[in-house]
């Protein structure tokens, strides 16, 4: 089985700065994707970024960044220039690559990040 | 491109009765999972269909079922509600391809049950 966790339960960062989360992971399985999500108050659930794990080069998306460690099964998310839309609860997620039927996410239990201004 | 929809997005029921949650996926998505989000238990993974046919279940009792239509749209239906099955239930929605298992969500059906 896998399990994801974030050591983590809550961070705060000033605006403009820059914050990274933390997130490990474990499993057995050498073909997998992993996921950050973040959910703010309003609770809708949002892809921020994915990696797939036989890719090396570490996913980017404008502002947000991953450190992806395979050996040490470390999954950080770096948020640059953090502005205040950035406060919600952050998820790491991990989901089994092979098999095209395996569709589930295990998440790990969330960091609350708030960006003050 | 719509987003994942579901309704209603809060229902209140009390214990014994049981309810129905509806998702609609993205246009062209044709897989549907369901998750059970609670403050003590986080996040937790219900069930998977995909053409109609289950393909993957959770650790959740058989109180909780769900099933797919033909256009892919999902219910999932949980009877004999307790006060524990009180969660925000999240749908997900992806595009069946190959190497694109990415989960896109539904704003959640919040369900309080008392």
């Known amino acids: 089985a896998q399990t994801v966790t974030q050591s983590q339960p809550e961070m705060s960062v000033q605006e403009a700065e820059t914050v990274t989360l933390s997130c490990t992971y474990d499993?057995?399985?050498?073909?997998?994707?992993l996921f950050w999500y973040k959910q703010p108050p309003s609770r809708q659930m949002i892809l921020v970024i994915r990696q797939e794990a036989y890719k090396q080069q570490n996913a980017t998306e404008n502002r947000f960044s991953v450190n992806f460690q395979k050996a040490a099964k470390s999954f950080s998310l770096k948020i640059s220039d953090s502005q205040l839309g950035d406060t919600a609860m952050y998820f790491c997620a991990f989901m089994i690559g092979s098999g095209g039927s395996n569709y589930k996410l295990t998440f790990g239990k969330g960091t609350l990040l708030t960006v003050n201004p | 491109k719509a987003g994942v929809t579901q309704t209603p997005r809060y229902l209140i029921k009390t214990r014994g009765q049981q309810v129905t949650l509806s998702c609609s996926p993205i246009?062209?998505?044709?897989?549907v999972s369901w998750y059970q989000q609670t403050p003590g238990q986080g996040l937790q993974f219900l069930f998977e269909?995909?053409?109609?046919?289950?393909?993957n279940k959770g650790n959740f009792p058989g109180r909780f079922s769900g099933r797919q239509f033909s256009n892919s749209r999902s219910e999932m239906n949980v009877s004999t509600l307790e006060l524990g099955d009180s969660a925000l239930y999240l749908c997900?929605?992806?595009?069946?391809?190959?190497?694109?298992?990415?989960?896109?969500f539904g704003p959640g059906t919040r369900l309080l049950v008392l």
């Open positions: 246009s062209g998505h044709r897989s």
């Open positions: 269909y995909f053409s109609e046919t289950q393909r």
């Open positions: 499993t057995s399985e050498n073909n997998y994707y």
């Open positions: 997900a929605s992806s595009l069946v391809a190959s190497g694109f298992k990415t989960q896109y």
